[in-house]
C-alpha cells in the first residue's frame, strides 16, 4: 500500500507545480503579444512623429508664404492699425505671423464668432430686438462653442484670419471710396461696403482723426458749357478793366428780383425743459398757402478809379411787383368755417368796379391784360430808375460827374428785346453804359451775393417778431421787407460790391470757372473784405489809406 500511495502523490505534486509554470507554447503565445504591443506603439510612435513633422512643416510654409505676401503688399496707412478694434476688429502686427498656439486659437476664433455673430444678427428682419444684452450673450455663448472645435475646424478659422489680413493692404482705398461715392453715407454703410472688416467706430474714430477731415453743406452751382465759360471770363475781365473806360468816377448800378415769404423754417431753434421753452411748430393748411411777396431792389456803388479803392453803398429803390387791377364784382373778407372750408361773409373788401393793387409776375415790357396784369421793369427804370440817378449825377448832384454802369442778370424779363434795346438806348442818350453780366453768373452781382442773403435772414426775424406763431399775409410781408429794406447799413451794400472785383479776379485765375462757388475749404465766395476796409456810414475806406491806380483805357479786353 505504501509502494502504490507514493506515487499518487508525487503525481499531485507534480501536476501543481505544472499548472504554476508556463508550458513552451504559452511563452511562444505571451512573447508574439509583447511583440505586436511594442510594435503597435511603434507605429503610433511614427504616425504623430510624421504628423508633427508636416505640421510643423504647413506652418513654416504657410509663415513664410505670409511673409512674402506682407511684404509685396503696398505700403498703407499705420493708423490703420494703431488702436485695437473695439468689436472684433484685427490688427496686423508682426507677432502675427508666429505659429499659433491654443491660447492664440482661442483668441483670434472667438473674435471670428464674435464678428459673425454680430453679422447673423444685422441680417435679421427685427434688428430692434437684438439689443446690447443678446448680442453680449450671444458672443459669450459663441466662445464657449470655439473652445469645444476640433483642431480641423480651428484650421479652416486659422485660414479665415488669414484671409481677413490679407485684406488689410486694400481697406483704405475702400473706405475713401465709398465716402467719394456718397459723401452723406453713414459709418454704418461704411462698414457694410467693406464687408464689415472692422466696426463703424473703428471707422469713424480713424477717418475724423485725419488732418483735414471737416463737413460741409453740399451745394448746387451751375455747370456751364464752353462758351459760358467764355463769357464768364470776358465779363470778368471787363469788370476789373471798369470797361474799358480807364480811371475816373463811376457809380456802378444792379438790379434784381427776390422773392420774400411769410414764413421760413430754420434750423437750430431753441428749446429748454428746465426754462419752460418748448419745441414749437407752425400751421398752414397746406405748403402753398405760405404766402410771397417779390420785390425789385436797385443798389450802386460810387468809386474812384477802381473798386478796390472802396466807395459809397447806395440804396436806388425798393419795390414791390404788383399792379392795379379792375375789380369785376364784389368781394367779402373770406371766413374760415370749422369744418375748414372758406365762406366770404366778412366785411366787403371792395366794390365792382374798384382799383387795388394785386401782385404780378414781372416782365420786360408787357404789362399784360386788364385781367391778367404784369408788372413791366421798362415802366420801373422809365419812371423811377433812371430819373434818380440823373438827379444824382446831374450838375449840382451828390455824385455829380460819375459815370452810370447798369448791370443786371440775364434772367428772362431782363434779356426781353424791346425792354433790353430801350434801355440801352436810354443810357446811351445820357451817355451811360449798359453792361448786362454774363449768363449763370450770380456771383458776380451785389444783390445775390450779399445784400438779398442779408435782407432774408433779418426779414425772417422781422416776420417772426411781428407774426408771431402764424403765416404772414402779403401785406405784413412787405411791410416787414421794407423795415428790413431801410435800416440795411451802406456797408454791407459796398462790401458786395467790393467782393463782386475779387470774385472776378477768382474767375479770371479760373479761365471762366465757377469751382470755387461753395468751396469754404478755400474760401469760397468769401474774399476777407472786413480785413482789408473799414465801415463807415456811407461805405467803406480802405485801412491802409492806399489808393490803387486805374487800368488803362481801352476799347476792348
Not at 427685427?126 to 469645444?148: C, S
Not at 422773392?259 to 400751421?283: H, N, P, Q, T
Request: with cysteine; glycine share 6%; proline share 4%.
Amino acid at each position: 500500500m505504501t509502494t502504490t500511495a507514493a506515487p499518487a502523490a508525487s503525481t499531485t505534486t507534480t501536476t501543481s507545480v505544472m499548472a504554476i509554470i508556463p508550458t513552451q507554447a504559452q511563452t511562444t503565445i505571451t512573447l508574439a503579444e509583447e511583440e505586436r504591443e511594442v510594435k503597435k506603439q511603434a507605429q503610433a510612435k511614427a504616425r504623430r512623429a510624421k504628423r508633427q513633422t508636416r505640421d510643423e512643416a504647413h506652418h513654416v510654409l504657410v509663415r513664410a508664404a505670409n511673409i512674402q505676401m506682407i511684404r509685396n503688399m503696398p505700403e498703407t496707412d499705420a493708423a490703420l492699425t494703431k488702436r485695437p478694434e473695439r468689436k472684433g476688429g484685427i490688427v496686423v502686427e508682426d507677432h502675427m505671423m508666429a505659429p499659433f498656439t491654443l491660447q492664440d486659437y482661442v483668441k483670434v476664433g472667438a473674435a471670428l464668432l464674435k464678428h459673425q455673430a454680430r453679422r447673423d444678427a444685422q441680417g435679421r428682419a427685427n434688428l430692434d430686438a437684438v439689443d446690447q444684452k443678446l448680442y453680449h450673450q450671444r458672443f459669450k455663448a459663441a466662445k464657449e462653442k470655439f473652445k469645444t472645435l476640433d483642431d480641423d475646424t480651428r484650421v479652416v478659422w486659422e485660414f479665415q484670419r488669414r484671409a481677413h489680413l490679407s485684406r488689410h493692404a486694400t481697406i483704405k482705398d475702400q473706405i475713401i471710396c465709398a465716402i467719394k461715392t456718397n459723401p452723406k453715407c453713414s459709418w454704418r454703410s461704411i462698414e457694410q461696403e467693406i464687408d464689415h472688416w472692422c466696426c463703424d467706430a473703428t471707422i469713424r474714430r480713424w477717418v475724423i482723426s485725419r488732418e483735414g477731415y471737416r463737413t460741409y453743406a453740399e451745394r448746387i452751382i451751375p455747370a456751364l458749357s464752353p462758351e459760358q465759360k467764355r463769357k464768364h471770363l470776358e465779363f470778368a475781365k471787363r469788370f476789373q478793366n471798369n470797361w474799358g473806360l480807364g480811371g475816373g468816377k463811376f457809380l456802378l448800378v444792379h438790379y434784381d428780383e427776390k422773392w420774400f415769404w411769410g414764413l421760413v423754417m430754420r434750423r437750430d431753434a431753441k428749446m429748454c425743459e428746465e426754462l419752460g421753452i418748448d419745441a414749437v411748430s407752425y400751421k398752414a393748411y397746406h405748403r402753398s398757402h405760405v404766402s410771397k411777396v417779390m420785390g425789385i431792389a436797385v443798389t450802386a456803388f460810387a468809386f474812384k478809379d477802381s473798386i478796390e479803392n472802396g466807395g459809397d453803398g447806395l440804396k436806388i429803390g425798393f419795390y414791390r411787383a404788383q399792379t392795379n387791377k379792375v375789380a369785376k364784382k364784389l368781394v367779402r373778407q373770406a371766413v374760415r368755417q370749422d369744418d375748414g372750408s372758406i365762406k366770404r361773409t366778412g366785411a366787403v373788401i371792395r366794390e365792382k368796379g374798384d382799383l387795388y393793387l394785386v401782385d404780378c409776375n414781372v416782365t420786360g415790357s408787357s404789362e399784360g391784360t386788364p385781367d391778367d396784369p404784369k408788372f413791366a421793369l421798362k415802366k420801373l427804370f422809365e419812371h423811377h430808375i433812371f430819373q434818380k440817378l440823373d438827379g444824382l449825377v446831374a450838375a449840382g448832384g451828390q455824385y455829380e460827374g460819375y459815370i452810370p454802369v447798369i448791370q443786371g442778370d440775364n434772367a428772362g424779363p431782363h434779356a426781353e428785346k424791346e425792354y433790353f434795346n430801350w434801355c440801352k438806348a436810354q443810357c446811351e442818350q445820357r451817355g451811360w453804359h449798359w453792361e448786362p453780366q454774363a449768363p449763370q453768373m450770380p456771383h458776380m452781382n451785389n444783390l445775390d451775393l450779399s445784400v438779398f442773403p442779408c435782407m432774408s435772414r433779418r426779414h425772417c426775424a422781422a416776420a417772426r417778431e411781428r407774426g408771431g406763431l402764424h403765416v404772414l399775409k402779403q401785406d405784413e410781408i412787405w411791410d416787414a421787407a421794407e423795415d428790413v429794406w431801410s435800416t440795411l447799413p451802406s456797408s454791407k451794400i459796398a462790401s458786395g460790391f467790393v467782393q463782386c472785383s475779387r470774385i472776378a479776379s477768382k474767375v479770371i485765375a479760373l479761365e471762366g470757372g465757377n469751382d470755387f462757388v461753395g468751396n469754404k475749404i478755400e474760401n469760397g465766395i468769401h474774399c476777407d473784405i472786413r480785413k482789408d476796409y473799414n465801415e463807415t456810414p456811407t461805405g467803406l475806406s480802405r485801412k491802409d489809406g492806399e489808393m490803387i491806380n486805374p487800368p488803362a483805357p481801352a476799347t476792348a479786353v
